[in-house]
């Protein structure tokens, strides 16, 4: 069994990353869309929890939420996996249910 | 796979109804099928054809209707966020003695019964909102 | 598949500042009608949804938090509330209404279907779940 998890704030305002990390299961998807992107970078003070997450959890960033926020790729941290909304709609198929954290 | 997609915020004030264009959009692209869009909360504002953004921004409410267009798509306004807000069809004005609609062509008007029908009947539900 | 589903509500929002809670309530209401297996889950601001005492008296805002307790009726089985969210708001199970919920078949009572539960148990109850509503 494995969710899809969707976080679309910016984990500097509200704590839906940090909560969606901390309560989904170990096998998780974590899609981080919109101002959600902004978890996704190097060098912030996230990193840490998210490369932490990333033990167990896969982390994804939807592209054009990056391209918009300015975020090239080098600045994504290593291993979360760039996807477009076609890759979203696939994360929704591969995975038993989406649970969006508003 | 059957969707069924939420979206809970207005066009333009939050970026969620564009997500949820765009991610609607990509699942019928790849050939599934999206049981209805579901409009609640301030989301029932991306139902009404009064909108006009200027020339130079994209139109989510157009946006929406020719997706619908294209695939016959089921869009629903939340009837009880919809009376809220001011959103109106021929049937809420004649109802609520209103002297105006401004519903955008397909989008339809109904009861909360049509998202809990959508979840049931669907694989997923994929919620948009802030 | 069979036709009922495990629904899971979850709230994580204050009432009163926004609508989403009250409007989140509607939708439980109304989706007593289908018969689903149906839970809730307070967590974050949305503890502050089960607190007991509310007064809108002078601030002219539909009370609705009497509508709560009546959730046994609704089909809700289960209204769980994030442990670890409750106390970083110095709040206990004091603070919370209670809510019956009675089986009006097998004539199964339960007095208080308010149930605090801690974080393990949260990841594993929505894990279960086969529909969250946000």
Known sequence: MADLHTVNKSPFEKNSLETAIRYSMAGSSILLLEDGVYGATKGTAMEGMVKDAMGDKKVYALRSDLMARAIKEDRVIDGVEIVDYAGFVDLVEANDKVQAWL | ?130 | ?134
Request: charged share 25%.
């Open chain 2, 1 to 130: 796979m059957k969707l069924a997609v939420q979206v809970n915020e207005g066009p333009y004030q939050h970026q969620a109804s564009d997500s949820a264009y765009h991610f609607t959009k990509a699942a019928l692209e790849k050939g599934h099928e999206v049981f209805r869009v579901f409009f609640y909360h301030d989301g029932v504002l991306n139902g009404t054809r009064l909108t006009t953004p200027p020339q130079d921004d994209r139109n989510i409410v157009n946006r929406w209707v020719e997706l619908a267009e294209k695939y016959d798509l089921d869009l629903v306004l939340c009837v009880a966020a919809a009376q809220r807000r001011g959103l109106v069809d021929e049937g809420e004005a004649q109802r609520n003695g209103k002297d105006a609609t401004n519903i955008a062509p397909k989008f339809r008007i109904s009861g909360l019964g049509q998202l809990i029908e959508a979840a049931i009947q669907s694989d997923r539900l994929v919620v948009f909102g802030d």
């Open chain 3, 1 to 134: 598949m069979s036709d009922v589903k495990k629904f899971m509500y979850l709230n994580r929002r204050a009432p009163y500042g926004t609508i989403y809670a009250w409007e989140s309530l509607e939708v439980i209401l109304i989706g007593a009608a289908f018969d689903q297996e149906v839970s809730l889950m307070c967590m974050d601001d949305g503890v502050y949804q089960l607190v007991k005492g509310s007064d809108t008296s002078q601030s002219d805002m539909k009370n609705f938090m009497p509508t709560y307790r009546t959730l046994g009726d609704y089909g809700v089985r289960h209204m769980y509330v994030d442990k670890a969210s409750l106390e970083a708001r110095g709040l206990t199970q004091d603070d919370l209404i209670e809510v019956a919920w009675e089986d009006f078949e097998t004539e199964e009572e339960v007095d208080n279907i308010v149930e605090i539960v801690d974080a393990d148990q949260v990841a594993k109850l929505m894990a279960e779940s086969e529909v969250v509503f946000s």
